[in-house]
């Protein structure tokens, strides 16, 4: 499936037609994305180090709280970064956070109110034996650049001297013109879900995403052929 390549407007229709038509519920999908970004970082993380997952308030969220989730069921040393009270979620992102609270998984909320300075410190006592930082914030919807407090956050992710993981698109990378607002997350890896994006196989844009693996959400090759027609 890496051949092919989706739009922003053309993954929505992915997951509109998926669920409308095609009888898939939207959770199974988000299952079935952070499983197997969980089982792609466990190939690259053969020792099980230590990961943070670094998640906003959308559906890239939710695949972060489902990958954290199977990454421990793996054994990996695993803790959550939320930077957004739980009412902010979305839907899908909420029922998935509400199965990680109750998993023992540490998870770290920020205070968006608190400073860069303060963030900063609270990054790095929770995140100071990391291997890998996890991008879970924004996801391919995201245009323009990153808000406060995200675009601190992406900072301090690309100063880490962690490996860097994106999950569908690097934040702060616009999905289809590969354009760069302010700051993006420089990644070691994007996993990109169903399809590539136009920005991922952009030369331009080759520093932010590192290397490109597609995972399979099962999302059938005949739905994901007609979107991209579409």
Do not use: Y
């Not at 970082?41 to 990958?67: E, H, R, T, W, Y």
Request: charged share 20%.
């Amino acid at each position: 499936m890496s051949h092919l390549v989706l739009t922003r407007n053309q993954s929505r229709q992915v997951d509109q037609l998926a669920i409308e038509r095609w009888g898939f519920s939207s959770l199974v999908l988000m299952e079935n994305a952070g499983r197997a970004a969980a089982d792609g970082l466990c190939q690259l993380n053969k020792d099980s180090l230590p990961v943070s997952i670094f998640c906003g308030k959308g559906n890239n969220a939710g695949d972060g709280f489902v990958m954290a989730r199977h990454l421990q069921l793996r054994g990996v040393p695993v803790q959550v970064v939320i930077f957004h009270e739980p009412q902010d979620f979305s839907a899908d992102a909420l029922a998935n956070f509400q199965i990680l609270k109750q998993c023992q998984i540490p998870c770290h909320q920020v205070n968006s109110l608190a400073g860069p300075e303060n963030w900063q410190s609270t990054f790095e006592q929770a995140c100071h034996d990391s291997a890998w930082l996890v991008d879970a914030l924004l996801g391919t919807g995201s245009s323009g650049p990153p808000r406060s407090p995200l675009d601190a956050v992406i900072k301090w992710m690309n100063a880490s001297s962690a490996k860097r993981l994106a999950l569908d698109i690097p934040s702060g990378l616009d999905c289809d013109t590969a354009k760069v607002e302010g700051v993006a997350i420089r990644a070691d890896w994007t996993f990109t879900f169903a399809a590539t994006k136009p920005a991922l196989i952009t030369k331009d844009a080759a520093e932010h995403v590192g290397n490109v693996q597609v995972c399979d959400i099962g999302v059938p090759r005949s739905l994901l052929e007609t979107c991209s027609t579409l």
